[in-house]
């Protein structure tokens, strides 16, 4: 398939399924609170740094190696378009570092430093994976940075024209740990397709209950996030709906997991995240 990627593999393979993520996430956060992002070099930051971050992550995962470079079809295509992909990251890289400096101003750096020390933490943690001696707690450790960092980082338009305040307190609001939860669950689920498809039909049984197991914690989220949507007066509750659109779908997708190919899934697993969170903040703007 990566010798001729059909039009929706792009959209993986170039790693801007994550950074959309994000600006759809940003945007239903600003609808829901009324912010109204009045620059839109905000955007463009937000979506060239979760980019770098991204595809800095495939390629350390390429130098570092492992049987998952040769099982990933995003990696393998990283490996294969290395000094392209490095080219653009320095050059992403440098068009980030102009606009914070010479179009956002210092006071950005009070709302990207915690989204940047959990994406450095995540990196470490990322590329460290490779290593025989206990791959499991380095995995959780780096989902669980990943997911502080975009949830965090996804948010700062509205942190950075509302009233949501700065510092750390007004970045892990309620909706944020919500969101990292959601994140979290997105990553587990992808990494237990990826052991699936490697493992074939061995321990059928084992696989049914963990599957069975996995999809009831995403009942419970979905329940938790109609809750706590229930219990929202003000702009949030749209946020919580989105949320649990997402974990909707993504329960259907597990389901139907089995009838498409990895990297299929992989990009649908995202754009079940970026649709609710669009929908969400339409809805949200349209309420109001």
């Given at each position: 398939?990566?010798?001729?990627?059909?039009?929706?593999?792009?959209?993986?393979?170039?790693?801007?399924?994550?950074?959309?993520?994000?600006?759809?996430?940003?945007?239903?956060?600003?609808?829901?609170?009324?912010?109204?992002?009045?620059?839109?070099?905000?955007?463009?930051?937000?979506?060239?740094?979760?980019?770098?971050?991204?595809?800095?992550?495939?390629?350390?995962?390429?130098?570092?190696?492992?049987?998952?470079?040769?099982?990933?079809?995003?990696?393998?295509?990283?490996?294969?378009?290395?000094?392209?992909?490095?080219?653009?990251?320095?050059?992403?890289?440098?068009?980030?570092?102009?606009?914070?400096?010479?179009?956002?101003?210092v006071v950005i750096f009070q709302f990207a430093l915690l989204p940047g020390i959990c994406s450095l933490l995540f990196l470490?943690?990322?590329?460290?994976?490779?290593?025989?001696?206990?791959?499991?707690?380095?995995?959780?450790?780096?989902?669980?940075?990943?997911?502080?960092?975009?949830?965090?980082?996804?948010?700062?338009?509205?942190?950075?024209?509302?009233?949501?305040?700065?510092?750390?307190?007004?970045?892990?609001?309620?909706?944020?740990?919500?969101?990292?939860?959601?994140?979290?669950?997105?990553?587990?689920?992808?990494?237990?397709?990826?052991?699936?498809?490697?493992?074939?039909?061995?321990?059928?049984?084992?696989?049914?209950?963990?599957?069975?197991?996995?999809?009831?914690?995403?009942?419970?989220?979905?329940?938790?996030?109609?809750?706590?949507?229930?219990?929202?007066?003000?702009?949030?509750?749209?946020?919580?709906?989105?949320?649990?659109?997402?974990?909707?779908?993504?329960?259907?997708?597990?389901?139907?997991?089995?009838?498409?190919?990895?990297?299929?899934?992989?990009?649908?697993?995202?754009?079940?995240?970026?649709?609710?969170?669009?929908?969400?903040?339409?809805?949200?703007?349209?309420?109001?």
């Amino acid at each position: 398939m990566l010798k001729r990627p059909p039009w929706w593999a792009w959209f993986s393979l170039m790693g801007l399924e994550i950074p959309s993520a994000a600006i759809a996430w940003a945007f239903a956060v600003s609808q829901s609170h009324l912010v109204v992002v009045s620059s839109p070099w905000l955007y463009q930051f937000l979506f060239v740094a979760v980019w770098c971050v991204n595809m800095l992550d495939r390629v350390l995962k390429v130098f570092r190696g492992g049987p998952s470079l040769y099982s990933d079809e995003c990696l393998l295509f990283a490996k294969k378009h290395c000094f392209v992909i490095s080219l653009l990251i320095v050059v992403a890289g440098v068009t980030g570092l102009w606009i914070m400096f010479f179009q956002l101003g210092v006071v950005i750096f009070q709302f990207a430093l915690l989204p940047g020390i959990c994406s450095l933490l995540f990196l470490y943690f990322s590329t460290n994976l490779g290593k025989k001696e206990n791959p499991s707690p380095g995995f959780v450790l780096g989902s669980f940075f990943a997911a502080v960092s975009f949830a965090t980082g996804a948010g700062i338009p509205a942190y950075f024209y509302g009233t949501m305040g700065g510092g750390w307190s007004g970045q892990l609001s309620t909706s944020t740990w919500y969101l990292v939860a959601l994140v979290i669950l997105s990553m587990f689920s992808r990494k237990r397709w990826n052991e699936e498809e490697e493992g074939g039909e061995q321990d059928s049984a084992a696989r049914d209950m963990r599957s069975l197991v996995w999809m009831g914690v995403i009942v419970i989220y979905v329940v938790f996030c109609l809750a706590a949507a229930a219990r929202e007066y003000t702009g949030d509750a749209w946020i919580y709906y989105g949320l649990a659109m997402a974990g909707v779908l993504m329960f259907v997708l597990d389901r139907l997991k089995r009838n498409m190919p990895p990297l299929m899934l992989y990009t649908l697993s995202w754009v079940a995240l970026i649709f609710p969170l669009v929908l969400s903040g339409l809805l949200a703007q349209a309420s109001s």
